[in-house]
């Protein structure tokens, strides 16, 4: 059920030596890869099946800076800055273009909503339009699209998920960093107290700083080392279409769904707020942190019981260097997809545009979104583990904000200055972001 994405062939030579491990082919992984190398630091990527093979190729390809957390907002705008020039930078046609974005609102709540997103925006210097019924109407004359208001950002833009983190990889390797596909990281080494190298399944790289950009592994694979880190897994499914003729032009978001434009004339649509919330041992360890977040929005939320929770319990939580572990078992995560979801999607956009009427849906696919208490990331050194950063926990954002988050990642691991204050994205500001109790930190491999 995966989308097709553009393949990377990794590099059959692992290396003795590196400056800095980045541990995740995503688009996170791959923008601090390429960010490093340019910097002439030596870089080893390490994915354990494909690049892009899980959430970088599954989302939605929405470029925003618009409507986001406001600790959000400074990595949105560095990473559309960023986005204008990626193209040209990699050699190869991400997909990004400035087509804008238009949100509309049709009940009381929506627009309280609209509101908010247009203060943020605003206070950080966003240019935004707010537009009346009428106005919406007026872009969209050939639609029965229900709206009181909308808010548009017209700099706002796409990218195809399907070639962009493929490009940075490909142009990561370029500037000397290896990339090593189907080479999972099995643990991490100590000297000194401070990092001194990775164990892979294919044998050790010895290396003076770390990434974990795992998406929604890296929970499972800081546990092995004591490092608790608040993450949950939330299921979602997007659908494609083949090509539609005289369609939106922009990428649309309302309470039903939302709906991109796409290079080849089709669309990438998914419903918005019904996200789904595993249903595993970790969300029961981590309710207290977000029970919360699940009452705000318990509308928009609902729980799934699926084979994840049976997996839950029989997935190993720690593990020898020397082992098999989770990640080899499992090298890509490729869940169904929510049929009745896409179906009522579909509806909702074939009610608001009938042009999609005859629409053929060519392709749905279901993804798995790694996700914080706060719906914000993770980017920060870990005190505990000199030499280790994290970046994870993107809530379904990632994909937007990847280039700037990865080269916040980068700079944080390599000793640069910050592009963006990465204090908002601290892991202390979650109590459970601390070792464990009873971790062994003083072994040499771990």
Same mark, same amino acid.
């Given at each position: 059920?995966?989308?097709?994405?553009?393949?990377?062939?990794?590099?059959?030579?692992?290396?003795?030596?590196?400056?800095?491990?980045?541990?995740?082919?995503?688009?996170?992984?791959?923008?601090?890869?390429?960010?490093?190398?340019?910097?002439?630091?030596?870089?080893?990527?390490l994915e354990?099946?494909?690049?892009?093979?899980?959430?970088?190729?599954?989302?939605?390809?929405?470029?925003?800076?618009?409507?986001?957390?406001?600790?959000?907002?400074?990595?949105?705008i560095?990473s559309?800055?960023? !986005?204008?020039?990626?193209?040209?930078?990699?050699?190869?046609?991400?997909?990004?273009?400035?087509?804008?974005?238009?949100?509309?609102?049709?009940?009381?709540?929506?627009?309280?909503?609209?509101?908010?997103?247009?203060?943020?925006?605003?206070?950080?210097?966003?240019?935004?339009?707010?537009?009346?019924?009428?106005?919406?109407?007026?872009?969209?004359?050939?639609?029965?699209?229900?709206?009181?208001?909308?808010?548009?950002?017209?700099?706002?833009?796409?990218a195809?998920?399907?070639?962009?983190?493929?490009?940075?990889?490909?142009?990561?390797?370029?500037?000397?960093?290896?990339i090593?596909?189907?080479?999972?990281?099995?643990?991490?080494?100590?000297?000194a107290?401070?990092?001194?190298?990775?164990?892979?399944?294919?044998?050790?790289?010895?290396c003076?700083?770390?990434?974990?950009?795992?998406?929604?592994?890296?929970?499972l694979?800081?546990?092995?080392?004591g490092?608790d880190?608040?993450?949950?897994?939330?299921?979602?499914s997007?659908?494609?279409?083949?090509?539609?003729?005289?369609?939106?032009?922009?990428?649309?978001?309302?309470?039903?769904?939302?709906?991109?434009?796409?290079?080849?004339?089709?669309?990438?649509?998914?419903?918005r707020?019904?996200?789904?919330v595993?249903?595993?041992?970790?969300?029961?360890?981590?309710?207290?942190?977000?029970?919360?977040?699940?009452r705000?929005n318990?509308?928009?939320?609902?729980?799934?019981?699926?084979?994840?929770?049976?997996?839950?319990?029989?997935?190993?939580?720690? !593990?020898?260097?020397?082992?098999?572990?989770?990640?080899?078992?499992?090298?890509?995560?490729?869940?169904?997809?929510?049929?009745?979801?896409?179906?009522?999607?579909?509806?909702?956009?074939?009610?608001a545009?009938?042009?999609?009427?005859?629409?053929?849906?060519?392709?749905?696919?279901?993804?798995?979104i790694?996700v914080?208490?706060d719906?914000?990331?993770i980017?920060?050194r870990?005190?505990d583990?000199?030499?280790?950063?994290?970046?994870?926990?993107?809530?379904?954002?990632?994909?937007?904000?990847?280039?700037?988050?990865?080269?916040?990642?980068?700079?944080?691991?390599?000793?640069?200055?910050?592009?963006?204050?990465?204090?908002?994205?601290?892991?202390?500001?979650?109590p459970?972001?601390?070792?464990?109790s009873?971790s062994d930190?003083?072994?040499?491999?771990?």
């Amino acid at each position: 059920m995966r989308p097709a994405a553009d393949s990377v062939e990794g590099g059959a030579t692992l290396p003795q030596e590196v400056d800095l491990v980045v541990i995740g082919g995503g688009i996170v992984g791959c923008s601090a890869a390429l960010w490093a190398a340019e910097q002439g630091h030596r870089v080893a990527l390490l994915e354990k099946g494909r690049i892009a093979g899980e959430q970088s190729s599954r989302n939605w390809g929405w470029v925003r800076r618009m409507g986001r957390a406001r600790a959000e907002y400074p990595l949105g705008i560095e990473s559309l800055r960023i !986005w204008e020039g990626l193209s040209a930078r990699v050699r190869r046609d991400t997909g990004f273009r400035r087509t804008g974005i238009i949100y509309t609102a049709a009940t009381d709540r929506e627009m309280a909503w609209l509101d908010a997103v247009e203060r943020d925006a605003e206070g950080f210097g966003l240019a935004v339009r707010r537009l009346t019924g009428a106005q919406v109407a007026a872009h969209f004359p050939e639609a029965a699209l229900t709206a009181a208001g909308a808010l548009l950002t017209e700099d706002d833009g796409r990218a195809e998920p399907a070639h962009a983190t493929a490009a940075l990889a490909l142009a990561a390797r370029e500037a000397g960093a290896a990339i090593l596909t189907g080479c999972a990281a099995r643990s991490l080494e100590t000297h000194a107290g401070r990092i001194s190298g990775v164990v892979t399944e294919r044998g050790r790289i010895g290396c003076a700083a770390v990434i974990l950009a795992g998406g929604a592994w890296s929970r499972l694979f800081a546990g092995n080392f004591g490092l608790d880190l608040p993450q949950l897994r939330i299921r979602s499914s997007v659908l494609r279409t083949g090509p539609v003729a005289n369609g939106p032009r922009f990428a649309i978001g309302n309470g039903e769904f939302g709906l991109r434009p796409r290079l080849d004339g089709g669309y990438t649509i998914a419903r918005r707020g019904r996200a789904a919330v595993q249903v595993t041992p970790d969300a029961f360890r981590l309710l207290r942190l977000f029970l919360p977040g699940l009452r705000r929005n318990s509308s928009e939320i609902t729980l799934t019981l699926d084979r994840s929770a049976w997996n839950g319990f029989f997935i190993p939580r720690r !593990w020898n260097a020397d082992a098999i572990t989770p990640f080899e078992r499992c090298r890509v995560l490729d869940p169904e997809p929510q049929h009745r979801q896409m179906r009522k999607a579909m509806q909702s956009v074939r009610r608001a545009f009938p042009v999609f009427d005859n629409a053929r849906i060519a392709e749905s696919w279901g993804g798995i979104i790694d996700v914080t208490p706060d719906a914000v990331p993770i980017i920060d050194r870990v005190r505990d583990w000199p030499g280790l950063v994290v970046a994870t926990g993107f809530s379904g954002h990632g994909f937007g904000i990847g280039p700037a988050a990865g080269q916040l990642a980068a700079e944080l691991a390599t000793g640069a200055p910050p592009l963006v204050d990465p204090a908002p994205f601290r892991l202390s500001r979650f109590p459970a972001g601390v070792p464990q109790s009873g971790s062994d930190t003083a072994s040499a491999t771990v």
